[in-house]
C-alpha cells in the first residue's frame, strides 16, 4: 500500500488501531470493537449519504476488525461503492476489501464484475492494473468465468501498457492455475509468445512464467516459443551487467528472467540445430560466467549467479544431448562440492546424481569420487551426506563398486540412524549388481549385517541365500565365511539366520577341515539358539535336521537337542511342532528317505531383486527406478518426444539385404486365417474415450511401456501413477501405484477401468477397488490381474476421478497393456527359422515395412528393444550379421500364435524392412502397431495404410 | 498431588512460578531417564521443564484463539486447572490423576488468604507481596499436598510485619507447635474480649432461567452462612436453622407444636461445613455444633432447588417490524414484602449485532445502549416490592448479507435483597463456654440477611 498523503490521514482509523493496541486485555479489545461496528453501522445507516472519505475510513476499519479476527457482515456495498469512485486510493481500499472478503454472494459478484468490468475497459493503467490484482488475488473460479476471455485480449492488445501487460499475463496465469479448462486457447497464444520479445523486461518475465505454465499442457502451441527464448537468453546473457539497468541485480543480468527462460527450454526436447548452436553458446557463456572472478562479495550476487548457473545445468542435464557441455556442468559442480556454503554442495550433489545417470557424463561425475566419499566423512549436514549417499549410489558402476561399496560401509557405522537402512539397502543393491566376484558379495553382506544388521531387513538375507544358492562356485566360501562369523562372541541375528540357512545347506562343503567338524558346527550354532526370537529358532530347528541328514554321526546329538522339554514341550506351537516331527522323521525315516526329504534346495527362479523393489517402496516408484532403466527411460525421451527428426537424406530404398532361406513357424495351432478387411486402422486413434479426453503426454508415456513394464506412466501436478507389471504366458498382473504428490488429501478417489466391448471379450481384466481417500503425500496400490482371452488391438483406458480441495479431477490415461506383453520368446536354430519363415508365406501370414530411421542405427540398442518388445533375439540365425531375427509365441486363453520376425537395416540408406510372419496376420498386425513405425508404410496382402500418425516409443 | 502452582498476569507473563514435583513439563519418560543420570544436567532439565509448562499454559490458555471455558485443560499430559481472579490467572499443574475438586478447594482457598493478608488480588499486589506469597505456598502445600491453610493459624507464624522472631519467645512458638499440630488446629487458647460479640451472615445467590410465558425452566440458591466470631476462651456453639428434616424430628417429639409452628422448612439439597463443625454429631443428630476460629470464617455451603422466592419477575415483549427495526418492552415486576427494598437493580437487554441505533424509554432508573457490549442496561438505585416498572426501546437495524438469524440471548438481571430467597432462617445460635463465667445471655449476636442474583434471566 502506498503511503498515505498528509491529507488522506484517515485520523479516525490511527486512533481506532492504536486503542486497540493499547488494550489490556481480551475482553477490553472486543468491547472497543463493539463499540466501533455500533458505531460504523450508524454511520452506514445514517440518511444522509458518507462521503468517499469516511466511506473508506470505515471500511478500511472493517478490513482491520476482520484481519484482527472478527466476523464482519456488513459493509460490502459499501465497498462495492468504492470501487466505482474516480479516486485512487478509494478505489484501491475498495479493491482491498473485495479481495480480502469476497464470498461467493450472488448479487454482489455481479456488482463487483461490473466494476471490475468497467476498470478493465477504462483506459486508465491504475485502474486497470487495480481490477487486475484483484480478480487474480481472488482468483476463484467465478471470477475466472467471467474474465478469463478478457484478459488474453488486454495482454496481446498493441496499445496495452507495459505495466498493465505485467500485470495481464500474472493474473490470466493464476486463472490458468486454478481452472484450466476455462482459460480458452485461441490466436491469442501465437501473441503471447512474441511477448518474448518485447521491450520492457518486466513483460517479458511475466510473460516466461504463463507461458512455461501453459506450455507444460500444450506444448505444441508454444513450440515457437523455444527459438525466441533462445534468442532472448542469448541477449541477456552477452549483455553486459550495465546493459539492462533496472533489470540488473547485484551485476547479473535480470537474473529471475534467466531462470525462468531456462525453465522453459526444459519443457522441450533440445530445438532444431541452427536454434540448439545458439542456446549451447549461451550455456557455455553462463558456464564461462561462473569461472569469473565475483563482482561483488555480497551474497546476492553469487546467490543470483547460482541460481542461473544451475537452471543452466538442469537444462543441460534435461536436454542430454551435448557431451561437451555436460562434461563442462560436471567440472562446475565438482567445484561447488568443495564450496563453502552448505546449500551450493547440497544442490551440486544433487544435480550430479542426475548428471551420473546420462551415458556421457557419466565418466565426469566418477572423477570426483574422492571428493564425494570426503563429504561424505567430513559433511556437517545430515541432509547434505544423504545426498552424497545418494550420488555415491549413482555414479556407482562395475570399475568403482568395490571402492564405493566399501566406503559406504565404512560410513554406515557412524551414519545417522534415519538414513542407515536406506544405505543397507543401497549397498546390498550395488553389492549384487556389480559383484564380479562372489566371494566379495558374501564378504560385503555378512560385514553389513555384522555393522548395522538392525537395518538389514528380510529382503537382504532373503537375497543373499538366493544367490548363495544358485551359485555353485560361491557355496563353500559362503559357508566358510558364515562359519568365522558366527564364531564372533556376539552376532546379530540376522547373521545367524544366514549362518543357519547356509551352513544347513553346505555345511557339508567344510566337514572336512576339522576346526569345523559336524559337531563343532553344531555347537555354534546351538550357543546362539537360546538368544535368538522364535522365528530364527525355528530356521535353526530345520538346519539342525539337514544336519541329521547330512552328518549321520551327529545325528544322537540333534535328536537329544529335539527331545528336550524346551524344544518337545515349547509353549510356541510352532516350534514345538518342528521339534515334533523333525524328532520323528529322524528316527522313522531310512536314510535314502531323509536324503530325498531333506535335500539340497533347488536353484531360485531368477527373478528382479526384492531388495531394488523395497527400495523402490521406500522412495516411492519413480523417484529411484533401477539406473539403466533412468537412461534408457531418458533416451527414449529424447529420441522419441514429439519433435519430429530431421529427415535424413535418404536415398531410394535400395532393393534391401537377403530374403535367403526363410524359417518357418513354431508349433502354432492352426487357427483359421481371420477376415482383416476393416482391421487395418489406426488402432490408437479411435482407441475408446468415452470418459474423458486422455491426458495430455499419456500417449508418449503409453508408447514407452510397449517394451517396458515398469516405471511412471502418467505424472502432472497432483497425481503420479506407477506400474509396475509382470506377464507370464496369457496371465499377468499390474500394480498401479496413485502417489498423491500435494499435501491435502484426495476424496472419492476411484480409479476405473474401462475396455470397449470389442475389448472386453477378448481382454479380461480384474481389479480390486482402492481406498477412496489418499492421503496428502501417500501412496496406494491397485492390483489388477489381466487375462488375454484372445488377441486384441485397443488398450483400456484408466479413469480416475478424485476430489482435490474442493475441485473435481478427471484424469483418463491409456494402461499399457498391449498384445506384444503376452509375447513369450521362443529360441529356435537357424534352419528351423527359415523352414517356419517358408511355410508362413501366405499373403494373410506376412506383414512387411519398409520406414527410414530417424537416428543412427545402434545394434546394441535395437537388440535391446527387440529383446523389450518380447521376442527373442536370435543371433546367428540370418546369414546377414547385420540383421536382426527374433521369434516367440503369443499366448492367449484361446490359442497360441507363433511369430517371426526379421530387420534388415539398410545402413547407408537409414532404411529398415521389417518383415514378420505369423500365424495370423492380424496378430502381426497389431504387433506392428504396438512397436508403431512413425514414418514407415505397412505393406501387407490386402491394403496398404498409411501409419505416419501412429505414435512409437523409438523407431526400431 | 499438585505438581506445580503458577500465577499469571493478564498477559500470560508469570508473576509467581512455584513447583513441588520434577515431573510437570517433562515431555518424555526418556528424558528423564537420560538425565537423571547426570548430576548438573538435571538442573538444567527442570529449569527447562518449568518452562515448558509454564508456556503450555500461556500459549494454550491465556493467549488461545478461541476463549478457553474448561477450567481444566489438559496439554500434553499435564492437566492445567486455573481460576481467574479479575486480570490474574492462578494455576496448578499436574501430572498425576488427582482430585480436581480438591485441587479446586485449595486455588479458592488459596485465593482467600491471600485476600485476607493483602486484600485485593491484583497484580500489583502480588508483585507487592511476591515474598510473603512464596511464604505461603511453602506452608500451606507441602510436596503438592495441601496444608493447613487456615488464615488465623498462618497469621500465627507468617507475619507481614518483618522479623517477628526477637519478639517472639521459646513459649510462644511451643504454642503455635502445639495449636497447629493439636486437635483443634484453627483456634489458639487464651483468647479474651471484653464484649463477647459474633455477627452471622447468610448470602444467598438465586439462580434462574425462565421461558418468555415465565415457565420456570431452572431455578436454584446457592447459599454460605459466614460468621464472624469475636468470643472468648474455648466456646462451644450450637447453630440452628429452619431445615425441614430438624423440624419434622421435633415436631415428631412434641406433636402440638407442628401445628403451631406456621412458619415453613426448607430442604436443603447438599450442603458442606467448615471442617470445624462436628461431622459425627450432624451424622447422628444432625445438629451444627462447633467450636469457633477466632474472625470471620464460612460456616457452611448449602444448596436448595425447591420453593424458592424469586425476588424479580420479568416480562419481555420483542416484536419485529420488518426488517429494519425491533420493538422490545420489558416489564419487571418485584414480588416480596412490600417494606422491602431492593438494591442494585440492573438489567441487561441484548441488544442484535446489526444494531445501528437505538431509542430508550423508561419510567424509573436510568437506562443506555451500551454498544461495546451489545446491550440495553438499564439501572435502578431501589425499588419496594411488590411494584412494576418498565422500558421500552426502539431499536434500528442494518440490513445485512448474513441470513443467520438472531439467536437472541436471554435478558439478564442484577439485584441484591435483603432477604435469603431459599427461605432459609436462624432459629438460634447457642453459645456455651463452660471454664469462662459468660453464658449464652452475655453475647450479643447480630443476623444479617442478603440474597444477589446469581445468573438470573429470562429468554425473549
Redesign the interface.
Known amino acids: 500500500m502506498p503511503a498515505v498523503s498528509k491529507g488522506d490521514g484517515m485520523r479516525g482509523l490511527a486512533v481506532f488501531i492504536s486503542d486497540i493496541r493499547n488494550c489490556?486485555?481480551?475482553e477490553a479489545e472486543i468491547?472497543?470493537i463493539?463499540?466501533e461496528?455500533?458505531?460504523i453501522?450508524?454511520k452506514?445507516?445514517g440518511d444522509k449519504a458518507l462521503d468517499g472519505y469516511s466511506k473508506k475510513k470505515y471500511v478500511c476499519k472493517l478490513l482491520f476488525i476482520f484481519l484482527l479476527?472478527h466476523d464482519i457482515?456488513?459493509g460490502?456495498m459499501e465497498a462495492v461503492n468504492l470501487l466505482s469512485s474516480n479516486r485512487y486510493t478509494e478505489k484501491q481500499i475498495g479493491y482491498l476489501f473485495i479481495s480480502v472478503l469476497v464470498n461467493s454472494?450472488s448479487e454482489?459478484i455481479r456488482l463487483i464484475n461490473n466494476a471490475i468490468k468497467n476498470d478493465l475497459a477504462s483506459r486508465n493503467p491504475t485502474f486497470m492494473g487495480l481490477a487486475l490484482h484483484c480478480i487474480a488475488n481472488v482468483g476463484s473460479r467465478e471470477m475466472a468465468e467471467a474474465f478469463a476471455g478478457e484478459i488474453p485480449k488486454i495482454l496481446v492488445a498493441g496499445d496495452t501498457m507495459d505495466s498493465v501487460k505485467q500485470s495481464a499475463a500474472l493474473c490470466l496465469l493464476r486463472l490458468y492455475r486454478t481452472s484450466p479448462d476455462l482459460v480458452p486457447m485461441g490466436d491469442w497464444t501465437s501473441r503471447v509468445v512474441h511477448l518474448l520479445n518485447d521491450q520492457h523486461l518486466g513483460v517479458v518475465t511475466a510473460a516466461t512464467s504463463l507461458i512455461t505454465t501453459l506450455a507444460q499442457k500444450n506444448p505444441e502451441e508454444f513450440k515457437t516459443s523455444v527459438s525466441l527464448a533462445v534468442s532472448r537468453l542469448s541477449r541477456i546473457v552477452t549483455s553486459a551487467s550495465t546493459d539492462l539497468q533496472d533489470y540488473t541485480y547485484y551485476f547479473v543480468p535480470a537474473p529471475w528472467l534467466s531462470v525462468k527462460l531456462l525453465r522453459l527450454l526444459q519443457c522441450y526436447p533440445p530445438p532444431d540445430p541452427a536454434v540448439r548452436g545458439r542456446l549451447t553458446e549461451c550455456l557455455e557463456t553462463i558456464l564461462n560466467k561462473a569461472q569469473e572472478p565475483p563482482k561483488s562479495k555480497k551474497v546476492q550476487h553469487s546467490n543470483a549467479k547460482n541460481a542461473v548457473l544451475f537452471e543452466a545445468i538442469s537444462l543441460i542435464i534435461h536436454h542430454d544431448s551435448e557431451p561437451n557441455l555436460l562434461v563442462r556442468a560436471c567440472n562446475q559442480l565438482g567445484q561447488f562440492l568443495q564450496h563453502r556454503e552448505t546449500n551450493l554442495r547440497y544442490l551440486a550433489l544433487e544435480s550430479m546424481c542426475t548428471l551420473a545417470s546420462s551415458e556421457f557424463s557419466h565418466e565426469a561425475v566418477k572423477t570426483h569420487i574422492e571428493t564425494v566419499i570426503n563429504a561424505l566423512k567430513t559433511e556437517r549436514d545430515v541432509s547434505v551426506r544423504q545426498r552424497a549417499v545418494d550420488l555415491l549410489y549413482a555414479m556407482c558402476d562395475r570399475s568403482n563398486a568395490q571402492q564405493i561399496v566399501a566406503e559406504m560401509l565404512s560410513y554406515l557405522e557412524t551414519a545417522d540412524y534415519s538414513i542407515r537402512e536406506e544405505i543397507v539397502l543401497k549397498v546390498a543393491i550395488l553389492a549384487e549388481k556389480y559383484a564380479v566376484d562372489y566371494t566379495w558379495y558374501v564378504d560385503t553382506i555378512l560385514n553389513l549385517i555384522r555393522i548395522a544388521g538392525d537395518y538389514v531387513s528380510e529382503e537382504v538375507w532373503y537375497r543373499v541365500i538366493q544367490i548363495v544358492i544358485n551359485r555353485d562356485d560361491v557355496q563353500g566360501y559362503a559357508a566358510k565365511t558364515v562359519f568365522e562369523a558366527l564364531q564372533a562372541p556376539a552376532c546379530h541375528e540376522n547373521l545367524v539366520k544366514v549362518g543357519g540357512y547356509i551352513l544347513g545347506e553346505f555345511g557339508n562343503l567344510i566337514a572336512g577341515d576339522p576346526r569345523s567338524s559336524p559337531l563343532i558346527q553344531f555347537n555354534l550354532l546351538h550357543s546362539k539358539f537360546h538368544l535368538c526370537s522364535v522365528p530364527t529358532r525355528a530356521l535353526l530347528l530345520s538346519t539342525y535336521i539337514k544336519f541329521v541328514n547330512l552328518f549321520p554321526e551327529v545325528k544322537t546329538t540333534i535328536q537329544d537337542v529335539l527331545r528336550s522339554d524346551s524344544q518337545l514341550k515349547n509353549a510356541d506351537v510352532e516350534l514345538q511342532q518342528r521339534a515334533v516331527e523333525y524328532l520323528r522323521l529322524s528316527t522313522v525315516a531310512s536314510t535314502d528317505i531323509l536324503a530325498t526329504v531333506l535335500e539340497e534346495m533347488p536353484p531360485f527362479p531368477e527373478r528382479e531383486s526384492s531388495i531394488l523393489a523395497k527400495l523402490k517402496k521406500k522412495k516411492g516408484p519413480s523417484t529411484v527406478t533401477d539406473l539403466e532403466e533412468a537412461k534408457r527411460e531418458r533416451s527414449a525421451d529424447v529420441n522419441g518426444g514429439p519433435e519430429p527428426a530431421p529427415a535424413s537424406a535418404a536415398s531410394t530404398p535400395s532393393p534391401s539385404a537377403d530374403l535367403l532361406g526363410l524359417g518357418a513357424a513354431p508349433p502354432a495351432p492352426a487357427g483359421p486365417p481371420p477376415s482383416s478387411g476393416g482391421l487395418l486402422v489406426d488402432v490408437f486413434s479411435d482407441s475408446p474415450s468415452a470418459v474423458a479426453p486422455l491426458a495430455p503426454g499419456s500417449e508418449d508415456n503409453f508408447a514407452r511401456f510397449v517394451c517396458k513394464n515398469n516405471g511412471v506412466l502418467f505424472e502432472n501436478q497432483l497425481l503420479q501413477i506407477g506400474l509396475k507389471s509382470e506377464f507370464r504366458q496369457n496371465l499377468g498382473r499390474m500394480f498401479i501405484f496413485y502417489g498423491n504428490k500435494t499435501s491435502t488429501q484426495f476424496l472419492n478417489f476411484t480409479p476405473t477401468l474401462i475396455c470397449s466391448d470389442d475389448l472386453q471379450t477378448n481382454l479380461s481384466l480384474q481389479t480390486k477397488p482402492v481406498d477412496p481417500t489418499v492421503d496428502g503425500g501417500a501412496q496406494v496400490q491397485q492390483v489388477v490381474n489381466i487375462e488375454c482371452v484372445s488377441d486384441f488391438t485397443e488398450a483400456p483406458v484408466l479413469n480416475i476421478q478424485f476430489r482435490y480441495g474442493g475441485t473435481f479431477q478427471n484424469v483418463s490415461v491409456k494402461l499399457p497393456i498391449t498384445l506384444n506383453k503376452f509375447f513369450q520368446p521362443t529360441e529356435m536354430a537357424s534352419q528351423d527359422f527359415f523352414q517356419r519363415w517358408k511355410q508362413l508365406s501366405s499373403p494373410q501370414q506376412e506383414v512387411q515395412n519398409i520406414f527410414k530411421a530417424k537416428h543412427p542405427m545402434d545394434t546394441e540398442v535395437t537388440k535391446a528393444k527387440i529383446i523389450g518388445f518380447g521376442s527373442a533375439l536370435l543371433e546367428d540365425v540370418d546369414p546377414n550379421p547385420a540383421n536382426f531375427v527374433g521369434a516367440g509365441i503369443i499366448h492367449t486363453r484361446t490359442t497360441q500364435i507363433g511369430c517371426l520376425l526379421r530387420l534388415e537395416p539398410n545402413l547407408q540408406a537409414q532404411v529398415r524392412l521389417l518383415e514378420e510372419r505369423a500365424s495370423y496376420a492380424r496378430a502381426v498386425f497389431w504387433l506392428w502397431c504396438g512397436m508403431g513405425p512413425k514414418w514407415g508404410r505397412l505393406r501387407s496382402s490386402e491394403r496398404c495404410v498409411p501409419l505416419c500418425n501412429l505414435r512409437c516409443p523409438a523407431d526400431t | 498431588m499438585i505438581g506445580g502452582l503458577f500465577i499469571y498476569n493478564h498477559k500470560g507473563e508469570v508473576l509467581i512460578s512455584r513447583v513441588y514435583r520434577d515431573d510437570i513439563g517433562r515431555r518424555q519418560a526418556v528424558d528423564s531417564a537420560v538425565f537423571s543420570s547426570s548430576g548438573p544436567l538435571l538442573e538444567e532439565r527442570s529449569q527447562a521443564n518449568r518452562r515448558n509448562a509454564v508456556d503450555a499454559f500461556r500459549v494454550n490458555v491465556i493467549h488461545a484463539r478461541q476463549q478457553v471455558r474448561s477450567p481444566v485443560t489438559n496439554i500434553a499430559r499435564t492437566s492445567f486447572f486455573h481460576v481467574k481472579r479479575s486480570n490474574i490467572w492462578l494455576a496448578a499443574v499436574t501430572k498425576q490423576n488427582v482430585n480436581a475438586a480438591m485441587v479446586f478447594e485449595f486455588l479458592y482457598k488459596m485465593c482467600d488468604v491471600m485476600a485476607a493478608y493483602f486484600g485485593k488480588i491484583s497484580e500489583e499486589n502480588i508483585k507487592n507481596n511476591f515474598v510473603l506469597i512464596y511464604e505461603l505456598l511453602d506452608e500451606i502445600l507441602d510436596f503438592g499436598y495441601p496444608q493447613n491453610s487456615e488464615t488465623g493459624a498462618l497469621k500465627t507464624f507468617i507475619t507481614q510485619q518483618g522479623i517477628k522472631s526477637q519478639h517472639q519467645t521459646k513459649e510462644e512458638q511451643s504454642q503455635i507447635t502445639s495449636q497447629v499440630t493439636g486437635q483443634i488446629g484453627w483456634r489458639r487458647e487464651g483468647i479474651k474480649y471484653r464484649r463477647n460479640e459474633l455477627f452471622l451472615d447468610v448470602l444467598e445467590s438465586v439462580n434462574l432461567l425462565m421461558s418468555p410465558q415465565g415457565q420456570v425452566l431452572s431455578a436454584h440458591v446457592s447459599g454460605r452462612v459466614v460468621m464472624k466470631s469475636y468470643l472468648s476462651g474455648m466456646p462451644e456453639c450450637k447453630f440452628g436453622m429452619n431445615d425441614k428434616i430438624v423440624i419434622e424430628k421435633q415436631g415428631k417429639g412434641t406433636a402440638d407444636e407442628t401445628s403451631k409452628s406456621g412458619k415453613q422448612s426448607i430442604a436443603i439439597d447438599d450442603c458442606t461445613f467448615h471442617q470445624c463443625v462436628r461431622l459425627s454429631k450432624f451424622d447422628s443428630e444432625r445438629s451444627i455444633s462447633f467450636i469457633p476460629p477466632d474472625g470471620e470464617f464460612e460456616l457452611m455451603r448449602y444448596r436448595t432447588t425447591k420453593d424458592i422466592i424469586l425476588p424479580f419477575r420479568v416480562i419481555p415483549l420483542v416484536r419485529e417490524v420488518g426488517r429494519t427495526k425491533l420493538e422490545v418492552k420489558v416489564v419487571i415486576k418485584s414480588n416480596f414484602k412490600p417494606s422491602l427494598l431492593a438494591q442494585k437493580i440492573e438489567v441487561r437487554i441484548p441488544t442484535p449485532l446489526n444494531t445501528s441505533g437505538v431509542q430508550v424509554i423508561c419510567m424509573k432508573g436510568k437506562a443506555k445502549y451500551k454498544a461495546s457490549e451489545n446491550a440495553i442496561v438499564w439501572k435502578i438505585k431501589r425499588m419496594a416490592g411488590m411494584k412494576e416498572s418498565q422500558i421500552s426501546a426502539e431499536i434500528e437495524l442494518l440490513p445485512t448479507n448474513d441470513k443467520k438469524k438472531w439467536a437472541r440471548p436471554p435478558i439478564s438481571m442484577n439485584f441484591e435483597v435483603p432477604f435469603a430467597p431459599s427461605g432459609l432462617k436462624v432459629r438460634y445460635l447457642k453459645v456455651f463456654e463452660p471454664k469462662l463465667n459468660y453464658s449464652d445471655h452475655d453475647v450479643i449476636k447480630w443476623v444479617r440477611y442478603i440474597g444477589r442474583s446469581g445468573i438470573y434471566e429470562t429468554r425473549c
Open positions: 489490556k486485555s481480551k468491547k472497543r463493539n463499540k461496528l455500533a458505531n453501522r450508524s452506514f445507516k479476527g457482515d456488513f460490502h454472494n454482489l
